[in-house]
């Protein structure tokens, strides 16, 4: 069974450009997960979704930030406008319910310059 | 704010030796689950102990779980170069992470 696919895996970009993180979650996961993870803050819940609908989202840093879910297989995490500060590994996560384990993607490493 | 916190924040061993790593949490829950992160991947779900279980075996892994002090322990017995990770726990109330624990296992 294929895991959680994160495109792209590598992304450099200039300050003020919009950004856009790509997740697939496992087939029949209705827990969908973001994170930021930074040497300095460590592994940051950003927002987590049920069944698409946002139910958490106290972790998003501020407005430049926003999530969706359209349907069950595809969310996205915009970054608009992007500045260094954002620079960290961005990981999407999916899990079978609540009190399940989460199957994470491999991130992505995201630069801005 | 983080709900488990993992203790030490690095832990260097030689191969073969024993790691213990610790994990805290503060409220109540319904399981807590440790998660080991390779360098420039992502997590992976290592072992789940219910609220009403007290230790729990898999392979090399031996995890305990105390209630009543909120605290959760993971072994890792006759360890490898290949155990070289960071280790979380986590717990369902919010999912969030603590800094993990850093193991350095030498050859």
């Given at each position: 069974?294929?895991?959680?696919?994160?495109?792209?895996?590598?992304?450099?970009?200039?300050?003020?450009?919009?950004?856009?993180?790509?997740?697939?979650?496992?087939?029949?996961?209705?827990?969908?997960?973001w994170?930021?993870?930074?040497?300095?803050?460590?592994?940051?819940?950003?927002?987590?979704?049920?069944?698409?609908?946002?139910?958490?989202?106290?972790?998003?840093?501020?407005?430049?930030?926003?999530?969706?879910?359209?349907?069950?297989s595809?969310?996205?995490?915009?970054?608009?406008?992007?500045?260094?500060?954002?620079?960290?590994?961005?990981?999407?996560?999916?899990?079978?319910?609540?009190?399940?384990?989460?199957?994470?993607?491999?991130?992505?490493?995201?630069?801005?310059? | 704010?983080?709900?488990?916190?993992?203790?030490?924040?690095?832990?260097?061993?030689?191969?073969?030796?024993?790691?213990?790593?610790?994990?805290?949490?503060?409220?109540?829950?319904?399981?807590?689950?440790?998660?080991?992160?390779?360098?420039?991947?992502?997590?992976?779900?290592?072992?789940?102990?219910?609220?009403?279980e007290?230790?729990?075996?898999?392979g090399?892994?031996?995890?305990?779980?105390?209630?009543?002090?909120?605290?959760s322990?993971?072994?890792?017995?006759?360890?490898?170069?290949?155990?070289?990770a960071?280790?979380?726990?986590?717990?369902?109330?919010?999912?969030?992470?603590?800094?993990?624990?850093?193991?350095?296992?030498?050859?």
């Open positions: 069974d294929a895991g959680v696919i994160q495109s792209p895996r590598h992304e450099v970009t200039e300050m003020g450009q919009e950004v856009t993180l790509r997740c697939k979650p496992i087939s029949g996961h209705d827990y969908l997960f994170y930021r993870q930074t040497m300095m803050r460590g592994l940051e819940l950003l927002i987590y979704f049920n069944n698409n609908v946002p139910i958490d989202d106290s972790g998003m840093p501020e407005d430049r930030f926003s999530a969706k879910m359209p349907n069950a595809f969310s996205t995490l915009k970054i608009q406008p992007s500045e260094p500060r954002d620079s960290a590994v961005y990981f999407c996560a999916s899990s079978s319910g609540s009190n399940q384990p989460q199957h994470f993607g491999d991130g992505t490493r995201l630069s801005i310059l | 704010s983080q709900q488990g916190e993992e203790d030490p924040q690095a832990l260097s061993i030689q191969e073969g030796e024993n790691a213990t790593m610790n994990c805290s949490y503060k409220t109540s829950i319904n399981n807590l689950q440790w998660y080991r992160q390779n360098s420039g991947r992502g997590l992976v779900h290592l072992i789940l102990i219910r609220s009403n007290r230790e729990k075996h898999s090399r892994l031996r995890v305990t779980l105390d209630t009543s002090k909120k605290s322990s993971l072994l890792i017995t006759a360890s490898r170069a290949a155990d070289t960071s280790y979380f726990c986590a717990t369902p109330h919010d999912m969030r992470f603590g800094a993990g624990t850093r193991l350095t296992v030498k050859p």
